[in-house]
């Protein structure tokens, strides 16, 4: 192999892997203790029955806010927890978190509401992740169907026996399971015959350009018939405007999620908007709530 040739793409990547290994050491360094030191939140964007728009429940999301990094998204910081071993800890507290304040909002407002929370494939490999949920559940007195685990297609990847009885054992006790970002993995879709999930979260990046590009459209389609024939629900995520809702809708898309309905809230702001003032079946009863 010759030297000088690989010298000159050596120092090319040299610069961009210091950038991004700097970065990700800063973020490990950073990482640790963060749990401890309080430096997470959580926010919850609402799903919506796409017949009437009415709520059906919320996805949770994780912030971290460190006082030398600021904010940090977790597409940036999850995958770091993930190496370093930290996410099953922080899953468990999101866990937690998400559920108590689940818990809280049941008894207040006296309605079923769905959580979802995202759950890591380590927290499915390092055998965690039944244990905590039948804890926390069993603690807090929720149901299991009031809670769903979002899991994306990496966790079928070379799936071990452990993962499949893992689901088996979440779905057989109630809880839902959902695929997310289905569409962007590279797993088949045979799969899906044999495995437990009830519901298809379809990738935001079909749904955005689907009201002009007639592809994701057919994509989208294609989809739901395959999710709906399985006995699944199919939720559209990344819904950004109301014309993409109007496309999802006429598609038999049976959930709605975006922007268009709301960012990701506080909770405070999440049940001032979306909780306090509407009636079991999704009703506004109080307009002035809509007021900011
Ligand atoms: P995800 O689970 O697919 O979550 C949806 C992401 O899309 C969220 O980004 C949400 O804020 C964003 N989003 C929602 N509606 C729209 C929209 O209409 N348009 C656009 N452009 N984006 C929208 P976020 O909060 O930055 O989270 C990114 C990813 O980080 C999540 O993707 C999930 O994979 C991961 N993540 C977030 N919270 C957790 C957590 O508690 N545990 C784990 N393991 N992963 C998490
Ligand atoms: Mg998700
Ligand atoms: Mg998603
Ligand atoms: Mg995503």
């Given at each position: 192999?010759?030297?000088?040739?690989?010298?000159?793409?050596?120092?090319?990547?040299?610069?961009?892997?210091?950038?991004?290994?700097?970065?990700?050491?800063?973020?490990?360094?950073?990482?640790?203790?963060?749990?401890?030191r309080?430096?997470?939140?959580?926010?919850?964007?609402?799903?919506?029955?796409?017949?009437?728009?009415?709520?059906?429940?919320?996805?949770?999301?994780?912030?971290?806010?460190?006082?030398?990094?600021?904010?940090?998204?977790?597409?940036?910081?999850?995958?770091?927890?993930?190496?370093?071993?930290?996410?099953?800890?922080?899953?468990?507290?999101?866990?937690?978190?998400?559920?108590?304040?689940?818990?809280?909002?049941?008894?207040?407002?006296?309605?079923?509401?769905?959580?979802?929370?995202?759950?890591?494939?380590?927290?499915?490999?390092?055998?965690?992740?039944?244990?905590?949920?039948?804890?926390?559940?069993?603690?807090?007195?929720?149901?299991?169907?009031?809670?769903?685990?979002?899991?994306?297609?990496?966790?079928?990847?070379?799936?071990?026996?452990?993962?499949?009885?893992?689901?088996?054992?979440?779905?057989?006790?109630?809880?839902?399971?959902?695929?997310?970002?289905?569409?962007?993995?590279?797993?088949?879709?045979?799969?899906?015959?044999?495995?437990?999930?009830?519901?298809?979260?379809?990738?935001?990046?079909?749904?955005?350009?689907?009201?002009?590009?007639?592809?994701?459209?057919?994509?989208?389609?294609?989809?739901?018939?395959?999710?709906h024939?399985?006995?699944?629900?199919?939720?559209?995520?990344?819904?950004?405007?109301?014309?993409?809702?109007?496309s999802?809708?006429?598609?038999?898309?049976?959930?709605?999620?975006?922007?268009?309905?709301?960012?990701?809230?506080c909770?405070?702001?999440?049940?001032?908007?979306?909780?306090?003032?509407?009636?079991i079946?999704?009703?506004?009863?109080?307009?002035?709530?809509?007021?900011?």
């Amino acid at each position: 192999r010759s030297k000088s040739r690989g010298r000159k793409g050596y120092q090319f990547f040299t610069r961009a892997m210091n950038d991004a290994a700097a970065e990700r050491l800063k973020i490990d360094q950073q990482l640790r203790g963060a749990l401890e030191r309080g430096e997470f939140s959580l926010v919850y964007q609402p799903i919506m029955h796409t017949r009437g728009r009415t709520l059906k429940g919320m996805e949770v999301l994780i912030r971290w806010t460190n006082p030398e990094l600021g904010r940090i998204s977790p597409m940036d910081f999850i995958p770091i927890a993930e190496q370093i071993g930290a996410i099953t800890d922080l899953g468990n507290w999101v866990l937690q978190e998400a559920c108590a304040q689940l818990q809280s909002w049941q008894r207040q407002y006296n309605r079923p509401l769905l959580m979802s929370i995202n759950v890591s494939p380590r927290q499915f490999h390092d055998g965690s992740i039944v244990p905590k949920v039948k804890t926390v559940l069993t603690q807090l007195g929720l149901k299991p169907t009031s809670v769903q685990l979002e899991v994306t297609e990496g966790l079928l990847i070379n799936a071990s026996d452990r993962v499949l009885s893992d689901l088996d054992t979440l779905k057989l006790a109630g809880v839902h399971l959902a695929l997310d970002d289905f569409g962007t993995g590279y797993s088949s879709l045979s799969y899906l015959r044999h495995l437990p999930f009830d519901v298809l979260k379809v990738d935001q990046s079909f749904v955005h350009e689907i009201a002009r590009k007639s592809q994701d459209e057919a994509m989208v389609g294609a989809m739901v018939r395959m999710g709906h024939s399985l006995g699944m629900t199919v939720v559209a995520e990344g819904v950004e405007t109301p014309e993409q809702a109007y496309s999802l809708e006429a598609l038999r898309v049976d959930d709605l999620q975006g922007f268009y309905f709301s960012q990701p809230l506080c909770a405070r702001d999440f049940e001032r908007r979306f909780l306090a003032g509407i009636t079991i079946d999704g009703q506004v009863l109080d307009e002035s709530i809509w007021d900011r």
